[in-house]
């Protein structure tokens, strides 16, 4: 019909991908006039002409790689004869309603632009298109337009503006178009703040430290072969012995280090372009210094997502070390003057720039774990994307404010939930600043304001002091019944399941320190059907910082006085005034938490067998112990004997008869190698054992809490329940530690607000 028309609404990922250029293109190429706009909820087409079907469909099936279309509609419209197809002006309407795309890594086509001398950009580090570049970390606010980022303070030269216009480049309506004439530029300043030349590679090359301000925040940067300058780093920024990400040039030069699967492979080229963990290459000719992660048997590696650096990456070296630049414990620096200011004494020179970022975004990290991949650490890349229910109706805007550590915060209306990105711990003014600061500007990028809210029941947590000061209806949240609601919530499940949620520390219902529960529920509430047996941790949350105390404190209390007796010689690291004042302590009862967590008891044998004696971050003494077992040759699979016993219903995981059994290994003289590797293996026959006496049946079997990024265990219980033939759930696109509990608080209080 030739005087049809057609009004198309287009709901989803359709800003900020070349979906405007695309509908333009597909309009000429059918003859079909009108016009496409950007709204505040999405995408509108005014189309007129033949085949007004195929082209909606062409819209959908064809639409550009990186866009999402979530719904769509399309009605009939007055014919009002347009005698072209253009791009108009965008709507700016009340109320919004539009996904923001992530940050995307730099494409091949602006790369090929790069590296040709004759070409305008040729090595300007500031390079895109509308298939690549920055998104979410410049935008103010919806709809996504130029004068809505960070880019609207740079006026587009005439060559940039007829390449904004030319529906046949690559860079039409690409909003953070820019080149050298009119775009940001670089600057490298000394210690002092004084301009000198380049962008930092000479520097690099003779050993120095850079803080260079990338995608959504600066990294402080060195050459990862020379083992001073990460040694000098790692004092600087007194990071202890956690481990640095690095970054290298390609796959292949990857490959020298680090062993590369197929879907490791898809993570790193992805355009996301996560830190994905890998596992090292044993006898590497040139391999990278243990300095770069004591203790590992991994290493963190990404490939350059930026036109800076792949630029930097053309010095004299391999492997770049890109932490996060940040004083410990203190967020992520994201402005020239902070950095200017506060890494003066880390960092010697400062590769800086103009254009600003608006919302600061770490690197994301996974790893894959039975062959799926599990985030450690949800940001660059993959926020704002929401998940999608379709069994779940969030019925009042909601805000689950998260946890203390590894926080993320998650806001949800009707089918959309929207995880924050990895905001780090909540210690401190800085943290509980940065917080306040991301939420605001989350609301408008999501446009979803908070009606209620749902909170950690642990009542010292600084997000609950904030919670309880919001004038807004509240709900506090158990945090395991939160961890085990997330991962059924991502799969869009709403009966209730078994879970198994092991974890370092969460506030219990009796008070206790939970983290080795098996909990029956769903949204609407649970019951805990088992747990590890409560075992006593001396200081609470803070004597987590030290293994060698807490394996003390349970032996003492498992084993009996002769047994006890035979130990001595494992206390020898600890100093006489510290075993008396943990013996006062198990005595009194005063400064010592009962605890059932898993985490707790990883620590215990990680300090039992001289692996980690001293936490310096979070999770390190059961990561070491995870990479001790794997140096395990595997010849011996005979696991440790443990009991399960039954006490006021509830099933009671009994560890006294393992420790007494690793205790005379250790007496034996086995190697500590052989107990981590029994250890994880017996912990895992636990998990499996306490899930079918609590009546999983066939499944689903929810798998949830840090202690899964376990890779050796995870994929140990997973083995087993495959052979049980039980259905496993587990996190699949938030992490599994505390960056996923926000969207379990938050469904659980939909159920009650």
């Known amino acids: 019909m030739k005087n049809a028309a057609k009004m198309i609404y287009l709901k989803g990922i359709v800003q900020g991908v070349g979906f405007r250029p695309f509908a333009y293109k597909l309009a000429h190429e059918m003859n079909i006039t009108g016009w496409v706009n950007n709204s505040s909820r999405g995408v509108k087409i005014h189309a007129e002409g033949d085949n007004l079907d195929i082209f909606y469909q062409r819209l959908l099936t064809e639409a550009p790689p990186l866009a999402k279309i979530v719904s769509h509609q399309a009605v009939a419209s007055e014919f009002k004869n347009y005698p072209t197809f ?43 298109c509308t298939n690549c570049g920055p998104r979410y970390t410049i935008i103010r606010n919806v709809p996504y337009d130029r004068a809505q980022t960070t880019m609207a303070d740079f006026t587009m030269c005439e060559s ?46 003779q050993g120095a430290i850079l803080a260079v301000k990338g995608l959504g925040g600066f990294h402080l940067v060195c050459d990862a072969h020379n083992a001073e300058a990460v040694r000098l780093l790692r004092a600087r920024k007194e990071r202890g012995g956690k481990p640095f990400a690095l970054m290298t040039s390609s796959v292949e030069k990857a490959r020298d280090q680090v ?38 048997h991994t290493l963190g590696i990404m490939l350059p997502y930026t036109p800076l650096h792949h630029l930097l990456l053309e010095g004299p070296y391999d492997f770049l070390v890109m932490t996060s630049a940040n004083r410990s414990g203190s967020p992520l620096i994201y402005k ?23 919302h600061p975004c770490d690197d994301s990290v996974v790893q894959v774990i039975g062959g799926e991949p599990v985030f450690f650490r949800r940001a660059r890349g993959y926020v704002p994307l ?30 959309r939930a929207f995880v924050s990105q990895y905001l780090g711990d909540m210690e401190g003014y800085e943290n509980l600043q940065r917080y306040h600061q991301e939420l605001e500007s989350f609301e408008r990028v999501v446009n979803i304001t908070p009606q209620a809210l749902a909170y950690d029941k642990h009542p010292n947590y600084q ?47 009796d008070g206790c320190i939970w ?104 999770g390190q003494a059961a990561i070491e112990l995870e990479s001790t077992a794997l140096n395990y040759k595997r010849e011996n699979q005979i696991l440790y004997p443990y009991e399960v016993q039954v006490e006021d219903s509830q099933l009671i995981l009994k560890v006294g008869v ?68 039980i259905e496993t759930l587990r996190s699949r696109t938030l992490p599994p530690g505390d960056g996923g509990l926000a969207f379990g608080q938050l469904l659980i209080a939909n159920e009650v607000l």
């Open 86 to 128: 253009e791009i108009v002006q965008s709507d700016a309407e009340t109320e919004a309603d539009v996904l923001i795309s992530p940050d995307i890594a730099t494409c091949n086509d602006c790369l090929e632009e790069m590296r040709n001398p004759a070409n305008r950009r040729y090595k300007y580090p500031f390079t895109n």
């Open 160 to 205: 940039c503006l007829t390449e904004y216009h030319d529906p046949g480049d690559r860079r039409f309506h690409a909003q953070p178009v820019a080149c050298p004439e009119c775009g940001p530029k670089v600057q490298l300043l000394d210690a002092k703040g004084r301009l000198i030349p380049g962008i930092g590679i000479a520097q690099l090359a």
């Open 259 to 296: 062993m590369i699967g197929h879907e490791e492979e898809k993570l790193l080229r992805s355009p996301s372009a996560p830190i994905v963990i890998l596992e090292r290459r044993r006898n590497s000719a040139h391999a990278l210094p243990e300095e770069l992660a004591p203790g590992l």
């Open 336 to 358: 020239n003057d902070e950095a200017l200011k506060d890494l003066i004494g880390i960092a010697d020179y400062f590769l800086i720039h103009d254009r600003d970022i608006y």
């Open 386 to 415: 929401p998940i999608l229910m379709t069994s779940i109706q969030v019925k009042t805007p909601l805000l689950g404010v998260g946890g203390e550590l590894k926080n993320a915060f998650c806001l949800a209306s009707g089918e």
């Open 463 to 509: 997000l609950t002091r904030f919670a309880l000061e919001q004038p807004l209806p509240k709900h506090s949240v158990q945090h395991h019944h939160a961890h085990l609601v997330s991962v059924l919530g991502e799969w869009d499940r709403t009966e209730p399941a078994l879970g198994v949620i092991c974890d370092g520390t969460g506030f219990g219902n």
């Open 515 to 618: 983290g080795f529960e098996l909990l029956y529920g769903n949204a609407s509430g649970f019951t805990r059907r088992g747990h590890l047996e409560y075992l006593p941790l001396p200081g609470g949350d803070a004597g987590a910082k030290h293994p060698l105390r807490i394996a003390y404190a349970y032996l003492k209390t498992l084993l009996s006085e002769d047994e006890w007796g035979q130990t001595k010689n494992l206390w020898t690291d600890l100093s006489a005034e510290e075993c008396q004042i943990i013996n006062r302590q198990l005595e009194t009862g005063i400064q010592v938490f009962r605890t059932s967590s898993a985490g707790r008891l990883f620590d215990a044998v990680s300090g039992l067998l001289g692996v980690c004696r001293k936490v310096t971050y979070e």
């Open 658 to 725: 393992l420790f007494k059994a690793l205790v005379q290994d250790l007496g034996h003289g086995v190697s500590r190698e052989e107990i981590a590797y029994r250890f994880h293996r017996t912990v895992a026959q636990a998990i499996v054992d306490l899930a079918i006496q609590g009546g999983v049946g066939k499944g689903p079997l929810v798998l949830s809490g840090g202690v899964f990024q376990n890779k050796l265990l995870t994929e140990e219980v997973l083995k087993q329940c495959q052979d049980q033939q």
